[in-house]
């Protein structure tokens, strides 16, 4: 079942990197980048929510008071610093989700590489948890929402033991001490987020933390212009407790669990939610495992320099982790950058884009997702370490030099 999943996942990925190098061509290509793109929108809403958090007044009655000046009064400025706030937070979620899934997908997430998913993980929930908690601050009618929902889902663990939802049974209950603790928790989640992030790509050699400049620059406009085209607003006015909320318009980005809280009960949306995620702990230990491959060494040419590469590792990010400046780009097997000339040995080729290497191609080239494998006409019965010799194509005869 998991082998048909990815595959699924695999067909669908090549389909749309192909409509996407149509459009964007293969260099700006989003799919390529979704960890940079993550990584920018992360910048963003940092960036975005200082300058809103400078015009916002941690009160009962001035927190919702300050933000409808910036979205009302100020709107020029104010009001678009907070749209491109929330439209790059749900972006973020987005790309991370994309790059989660890409990596599920190809099946990029074992063996040495579950350090990197499982901090990935967690980085993820962190963006989850500061994006719910950010959605309080208002103080309108969605974030009384979100707030009472959020107790009431809270109260049903045993630290808290229904203690949480009586600072919100009535108006007088909730008072400045409230709003000075939520943006405090708001400023040490994304810090949290970002600790967790520059752990998370230590473990990948050469990482790109941003994408192009010009498909940053795309992105950036992207995001402006939505804001000025669909304005965010408060939602229904300033909270009222004495009231309950009977709508709300939810960002489906970060609180389709509260959707799910409205039709069962909270400790079976407690379950589901603590499944899903040991699920995604454990996910690069069970089965079914992938077969072991076996370990390699590789000589690199002009440089004759010899690497390991460790089981299920990419030729590229062998050389890189050695720190050989091998030439690269989209790490997706999408642009050719990386291509260089076998000279001995064979590859298994993996995930790539037909366009960048022919079947022809194939049998003298290699690339970024390639895997060193056992010449099969070997006669020998020991396990040898091959060490296949690689050089670069004539075009740039330096690109593997030191």
Known sequence: MLRLIQKTGQWLFHRADAVFN???????????????????????VVLTGLIVYAFFKTGVDEAYQSVEYLSREQWWFGGVMRSVHRYASDA?????????????????????RWFSWVSGVIALWLVYASGVNGYMLPWD???????????????????FGGTLIRNFIFEGAVNDR?????????????????????????????????????????AIVALVVLALVKPVHSQGGQADLSVAVSSVELDWF?????????????????????????????????PPKRMRKEAFHMLIHPDNRIIAIRDGEFVLDAALREDVAVPFDCRNGGCGTCKARIM???????????????????RAAGRCSAYARRNRTSRSNTRRWRRPAWRRRASTPRAWSR
């Open 92 to 112: 973020m979620v987005l790309t991370m989700l994309l790059h989660v899934a890409r990596h599920f997908t190809f099946d990029h997430y074992r063996s040495f």
């Open 141 to 159: 009618r969605l974030a009384q929402f979100v707030t009472v929902t959020t107790a009431e889902w809270l109260d049903v663990l045993p630290v």
């Open 178 to 218: 409230l709003f000075s603790l939520l943006s405090f928790i708001h400023i040490g989640l994304p810090l949290g987020v970002l600790a967790v992030l520059w752990i998370h790509t230590q473990r990948v050699p050469s990482a790109k933390i941003m994408p192009p400049r010009v498909l940053s620059a795309y």
């Open 254 to 286: 970060y609180l389709p669990v509260y959707a799910l809280l409205q039709r069962w009960t909270p400790a079976g949306v407690w379950y589901l939610v603590g499944g899903l995620t040991l699920l995604a702990f454990l996910t690069p230990w069970l």
């Open 344 to 362: 001995q040995g064979e590859v298994e080729h993996g995930d790539y884009q037909e366009a960048f290497l022919t079947s022809e191609g194939a």
């Open 22 to 44: 149509r459009v964007f061509g293969e260099r700006m290509n989003p799919l390529y980048h979704l960890g940079a793109l993550s990584y920018l929108m992360v910048w963003v």
